[in-house]
Every structure is written in structure tokens, then in C-alpha cells.
């Protein structure tokens, strides 16, 4: 039998990569907008994946799935502070343009974590 690993799940591999790929743009930054924008849009996008595994290691589907929704909300902000970097010209349109289409990845992933929780396990 074969027991599904963190690193098995779409929304993982996507959110802990591209969480990698914004940190190395804002270490980029002066330290006003690292201070400002950066620092909050680090952590919303470092959230993501940080509640995927959360919910991963509980034991209950409702715990589980409880952290793998809390993974929505700091996907649409990160989405925002996204939006934000590229109108105040810290980003340019390709690290834009990667940010975003993988964020768009994620609410269909994301759901398919919580329909398989919920389906699958019995606890």
C-alpha cells in the first residue's frame, strides 16, 4: 500500500515553488519596499504552502481540511500584493505574468486536496 507523501500533492509542489521564486524577487528589492510590500507578500505567499503542510500532518479530515481552506485565503491575497508589486513597478510583466499563472493553479488544485480529504478518509 502506498501513502501519499506531502511532496504527492499539486498544491504543495506549486505554492513551495513559487513561494521560492517570490522570495528571490524581493530580496531584489530596496529595503523600503521589502519593508513595505515585500514582507507581506512573502508571508501570504510562504502561507500557502506552510497550510497545506499543516493540514497535511493533523489527524482529523475536518483539521485537515480546515488548514488546506486557510491555504485559499492567503492565495487571494497573494494574488492582491501581486497585483500591487506590478502597478507600483517592482515587478516586471514576465515575473508578473509567472506569479500570477501559478496562483491561478492553485484554486482547482486546492479543491481537488479537500474533495480527496474528504472523500477518502474516514477520520
Avoid at 20 to 44: C, H, M, P, Y
Avoid at 52 to 60: K, S, V
Amino acid at each position: 500500500m502506498k501513502y501519499l507523501k506531502l511532496n504527492d500533492i499539486e498544491a504543495y509542489k506549486i505554492s513551495f515553488s513559487l513561494s521560492n521564486a517570490v522570495w528571490k524577487i524581493i530580496l531584489k528589492w530596496n529595503q523600503f519596499e521589502k519593508d513595505t510590500i515585500g514582507k507581506q507578500f512573502i508571508r501570504s505567499v510562504d502561507s500557502i504552502s506552510a497550510n497545506i503542510a499543516e493540514g497535511f500532518g493533523r489527524y482529523h479530515k475536518k483539521d485537515k481540511i480546515k488548514f488546506y481552506r486557510y491555504s485559499y485565503g492567503s492565495l487571494y491575497e497573494s494574488l492582491d500584493w501581486n497585483e500591487k508589486a506590478i502597478k507600483r513597478n517592482l515587478i516586471t510583466a514576465e515575473q508578473y505574468n509567472y506569479i500570477f499563472n501559478e496562483l491561478e493553479k492553485l484554486p482547482k488544485s486546492l479543491h481537488h486536496l479537500i474533495n480527496f480529504t474528504n472523500t477518502k478518509l474516514r477520520i
